[in-house]
């Protein structure tokens, strides 16, 4: 029964950590993505 209980918490911590390295992997996108739309428009102001 421990076996069952020690799975599950590495299943579960396993995902906790997927999602907090997509979620930092989707955050660097997201910030690369405001930088590349900002340059162009930054010398025409």
Do not use: C, K
């Amino acid at each position: 029964m421990r076996n069952l209980y020690f799975g599950i918490g590495a299943l579960a911590g396993a995902l906790v950590l997927l999602t907090i390295w997509l979620a930092e992997h989707e955050r660097q996108a997201s910030i690369d993505r405001l930088q590349q739309w900002e340059i162009p428009h930054a010398p025409a102001r």
